[in-house]
C-alpha cells in the first residue's frame, strides 16, 4: 500500500464535511433513482454543478421518467437542460437513451456494468457513477478529471488517461474507501486541490503531497 494513503484518504474526508456534495450525489442521496442518476449524470459533462442542478431540476418536474422524456420533443428537452454544455446533443442523447430503456430494460435503468456501457454517450466514468451512486455498488471507482488530477499530484498513481487511473487506483486504494472517494476527491479538487495554483496552505494532506506536476500554488 502507497505510504500515508489511508491517512490522506480520511484527512481530505474530514476536510470536504464542510463543503457541498456534487450534485450527482446529492440527486442520488435524494431520490434513490439510478435513472436520475443516470440521467444527471449525462447532463453533468462538461458542465458546472450549479448548472446541472438548475437543469436537472426542471427537467425532473417536468419528466422523471423515460416514458414521460420521450414524450417530450427535442426542442423541449433542450429549452428545459439549457444551458448545460452541449445542451442540443445532449437532448437527443436522452430521447436516444430513453428509447432504449424502454425497449430493451423494460423502462429501467440496468444494473450490470456491461449493459450500461451499451448506452450511447455513456463511457466509464458515468457508468461507475450510475453503478456506485445509482445502485450503491462497492465494486467500483469512478474516475472524473478530479480523481485523475488529485490521484497524480498525490502519487497515488503515475497515469496518462482517466481510464488508467481507475485501474490503478482498484488496486492502491483499499475497498472500503472505494464507494466514497469520488464524491471526496471531487469536493477537494473544486475546492482545495484545483487545477491550477492549488491551495496548498489550506490543504489538511500538504505534508504528505509530493505536488506532482504544480508549478505555483497559494
Same mark, same amino acid.
Given at each position: 500500500?502507497?505510504?500515508?494513503?489511508?491517512?490522506?484518504?480520511?484527512?481530505?474526508?474530514?476536510?470536504?464535511?464542510?463543503?457541498?456534495?456534487?450534485?450527482?450525489?446529492?440527486?442520488?442521496?435524494?431520490?434513490?433513482?439510478?435513472?436520475?442518476?443516470?440521467?444527471?449524470?449525462?447532463?453533468?459533462?462538461?458542465?458546472?454543478?450549479?448548472?446541472?442542478?438548475?437543469?436537472?431540476?426542471?427537467?425532473?418536474?417536468?419528466?422523471?421518467?423515460?416514458?414521460?422524456?420521450? &414524450?417530450?420533443?427535442? !426542442? %423541449?428537452? =433542450?429549452? #428545459?437542460?439549457?444551458?448545460?454544455?452541449?445542451? /442540443? +446533443?445532449?437532448?437527443?442523447?436522452?430521447?436516444?437513451?430513453?428509447?432504449?430503456?424502454?425497449?430493451?430494460?423494460?423502462? &429501467?435503468?440496468?444494473? !450490470? %456494468?456491461? =449493459?450500461? #456501457?451499451?448506452?450511447?454517450?455513456?463511457?466509464? /466514468? +458515468?457508468?461507475?457513477?450510475?453503478?456506485?451512486?445509482?445502485?450503491?455498488?462497492?465494486?467500483?471507482?469512478?474516475?472524473?478529471?478530479?480523481?485523475?488530477?488529485?490521484?497524480?499530484? #498525490?502519487?497515488?498513481?503515475?497515469?496518462?488517461?482517466?481510464?488508467?487511473?481507475?485501474?490503478?487506483?482498484?488496486?492502491?486504494?483499499?475497498?472500503?474507501?472505494?464507494?466514497?472517494?469520488?464524491?471526496?476527491?471531487?469536493?477537494?479538487?473544486?475546492?482545495?486541490?484545483?487545477?491550477?495554483?492549488?491551495?496548498?496552505?489550506?490543504?489538511?494532506?500538504?505534508?504528505?503531497?509530493?505536488?506532482?506536476?504544480?508549478?505555483?500554488?497559494?
Amino acid at each position: 500500500m502507497i505510504k500515508h494513503l489511508n491517512i490522506e484518504i480520511k484527512l481530505i474526508r474530514k476536510k470536504c464535511k464542510k463543503y457541498q456534495n456534487p450534485i450527482v450525489t446529492e440527486i442520488a442521496d435524494l431520490t434513490k433513482s439510478p435513472f436520475k442518476v443516470l440521467i444527471s449524470c449525462l447532463l453533468s459533462l462538461r458542465t458546472k454543478d450549479a448548472v446541472t442542478a438548475k437543469a436537472s431540476r426542471r427537467l425532473f418536474d417536468v419528466a422523471d421518467t423515460p416514458e414521460k422524456i420521450l &414524450k417530450l420533443d427535442i !426542442k %423541449e428537452i =433542450e429549452k #428545459l437542460i439549457y444551458p448545460v454544455g452541449f445542451y /442540443k +446533443t445532449k437532448a437527443k442523447r436522452l430521447n436516444e437513451i430513453c428509447k432504449v430503456l424502454i425497449e430493451n430494460y423494460h423502462g &429501467k435503468v440496468p444494473n !450490470k %456494468e456491461e =449493459e450500461l #456501457l451499451k448506452l450511447k454517450g455513456v463511457g466509464r /466514468k +458515468t457508468m461507475n457513477i450510475v453503478m456506485t451512486y445509482g445502485f450503491h455498488s462497492a465494486k467500483h471507482i469512478a474516475v472524473d478529471t478530479h480523481v485523475h488530477r488529485i490521484s497524480n499530484r #498525490l502519487e497515488w498513481v503515475k497515469t496518462k488517461k482517466p481510464e488508467e487511473t481507475e485501474q490503478e487506483l482498484l488496486k492502491a486504494i483499499p475497498k472500503k474507501h472505494w464507494h466514497d472517494i469520488n464524491n471526496d476527491l471531487v469536493m477537494f479538487g473544486q475546492n482545495i486541490c484545483v487545477p491550477i495554483s492549488p491551495f496548498c496552505s489550506k490543504c489538511p494532506v500538504n505534508k504528505y503531497c509530493p505536488k506532482i506536476g504544480v508549478t505555483r500554488n497559494r
